[in-house]
């Protein structure tokens, strides 16, 4: 069964800056495509950002300029470079993944984001 671990989360001041990680336990050559989405509290899951496996990245236009997705294929890891944080950005965010070669999805425990102002 394939696991992703997020962490990083934390609590930051606005403007702050913080870097998550989400750690996969099989290589993520085998995603076609990672993702991070964010979920607030009373609102719904949203998309935050996404990279494919050729590298190719979204990004939601709330956090386009701020946001930064990588991608380590030796540590098996993707991470979320957050910078010139908001208070709406505050919420858990989960780690999701796409197989190549299946229709499976896989998500995180996620890992909370909380922006002071």
């Known amino acids: 069964q394939v696991q992703l671990v997020e962490s990083g989360g934390g609590l930051v001041q606005a403007g702050g800056s913080l870097r998550l990680s989400c750690a996969a336990s099989t290589r993520i050559f085998n995603f076609n495509i990672m993702g991070w989405y964010r979920q607030a509290p009373g609102k719904q899951r949203e998309l935050v950002a996404t990279?494919?496996?050729?590298?190719?990245?979204t990004y939601a236009n709330s956090v386009k300029g701020r946001f930064a997705i990588s991608r380590d294929n030796a540590k098996n890891t993707v991470y979320l470079q957050m910078n010139s944080l908001k208070p709406e950005d505050t919420g858990v965010y989960y780690c999701?993944?796409?197989?190549?070669?299946?229709?499976?999805?896989?998500w995180g425990q996620g890992t909370q984001v909380t922006v002071s102002s």
């Open positions: 990279i494919t496996s050729f590298g190719t990245t």
């Open positions: 999701n993944a796409r197989a190549r070669l299946t229709t499976d999805v896989f």
